[in-house]
């Protein structure tokens, strides 16, 4: 038959399709299923052998390796910048090396940020703890020295007269007490001269009683008294009964000339200043203290006292007075501070600075690196563990210094903010700062109140 008439035919049989033609040209049996779970045998030991050699390798692998399979790489804690895809020593210190994972961490707060352990180690970080200590600090303030009012001797003359003898007529002449200074011819002291002297005559002759002679005597010794007589003048009136016109001012205190106006022959008045001399073995310092620092003063307190005009030698004085009133325009109040002045080196007019010591009992204390000023505010960053940091606002006191440090470092004393325990950064703080606004963690805690510290 030909091929066109076997192409044509139609034939419904397993050997042709539904359109006749041909799909086998000779008898092919179909092919058994195998029953269920014998295809195993049928792909022969060797895999299967593969299989276990696998599972047996796996839990032969060390614990360690299982717990980092997000292993990143291997490096040194202490040095970094050491990278390594397998474990082993660190090739600059020989310590072993550590893994660093990629693995789930936990997410910080928004108002925190990560800085990784490793970044900190490269850029410095440290960290100090929030901890107690005796907070002994110093106030300092600024004066000058002024003489001692109580001290200043001024000559001033109670009658009308002149000028006869100037025993002492230069600035800074130095004096003695009891020393003459100046001597005045005055016709006003006679009248007074002549009712003593009669009064006494009166007495001795017995004309008179007694006490009533007595208490006219007094009297006339006190008119004379404050006619600026000195005793010495009123026994030598009594013993020679001879009035005088003449008055000696006597120096009633050791010092130094300060004032000497008159010349001899120049009439004086009542009232006109003569001399004036101060007395210098001890000053008053007037010191300017802000009015939060009043509070720690206290009436007799040491004070140290450096003054650059003498910048070898350190000074040392009490608190006397302490000023009631505050300067609306300065914010301070005046404190006095006596000074002994022995040797004379302290002259009135210098300028001084004073420290007085408080010692304030135990608080909260942070180094005062660990602060970091951001305008009306300041701002530590706590360690929340595993490269977490949280920015946080705290309220601080004064700096103070341990003295028991030979370092003498000065912290803060911690108000609000922090509490006792916890780690806080000390160092490459504007670094951290600057990270921390990259990553926006002052965003959501800008408005937060600081804890209350404990």
Known sequence: MPESAFLDRKVDSPHCDKAGIPVRRHFDPPRRRPPEGRHLQRMGGPIFSVLIVLLVAACSKPANQIAIANLDYWTC??????????????????????????????????SEFVVPVERQQQIGVTYAEVRRRRMIFDIQAVGSLEVNQAQILECVTRVDGYIEELQVNSLGDRVAVGQPLITIYSPDLRAPEQELVNLLKAQASGS?????????????????????????????????????????????????????????????????????????????????????????????????????ALPNRSFEGNIVVIGPTIDPLKRTALVRIDIPNPEGQLRPGMYATVAVQIDAGEGLTVPYEA????????????????????????????????????????????????????????????????????????????????????
């Not at 130094?256 to 008159?262: C, G, K, L, N």
């Not at 022959?265 to 009232?271: I, L, N, T, Y």
Request: proline share 7%; hydrophobic share 35%.
């Open 208 to 308: 008179v009683s007694p006490a009533s002679m007595d208490q006219l005597i007094s009297s006339a010794r006190r008119r004379l008294q404050l006619l600026n007589l000195g005793q010495a003048e009123i026994s030598e009136l009594e013993r020679t009964g001879q009035p005088t016109d003449r008055i000696t001012y006597r120096s009633a205190v050791d010092g130094v000339v300060s004032e000497a106006p008159m010349k001899v022959g120049m009439s004086v008045k009542r009232g006109d200043k003569l001399m004036t001399v101060l007395n210098l073995s001890d000053l008053w310092l007037w010191a300017n203290f802000y009015e939060s620092e009043v509070a720690f003063l206290r009436e007799g307190q040491l004070v140290k006292i450096a003054l650059p």
């Open 77 to 110: 804690t202490m040095h970094p910048s050491v990278h390594s895809e397998i474990p082993g020593k660190c090739p600059i210190c020989g310590m072993d090396l550590v893994p660093v994972t990629h693995g789930r961490e936990k997410q910080p707060r928004p």
């Open 371 to 454: 602060v970091l000023p951001t305008g009306s505010r300041m701002l530590a960053f706590v360690d929340k563990g595993a490269g977490t940091l949280e920015p946080r606002f705290v309220q601080v006191g004064r700096q103070f210094v341990t003295l028991s440090d030979p370092k003498q470092e000065h912290y803060y004393q911690v108000t609000g903010g922090l509490r006792e325990g916890e780690r806080i950064v000390s160092s490459a703080n504007f670094l951290i700062d600057a990270e921390a606004q990259v990553q926006g963690a002052v965003r959501d805690f800008g408005m937060e109140k600081p804890e209350p510290g404990r």
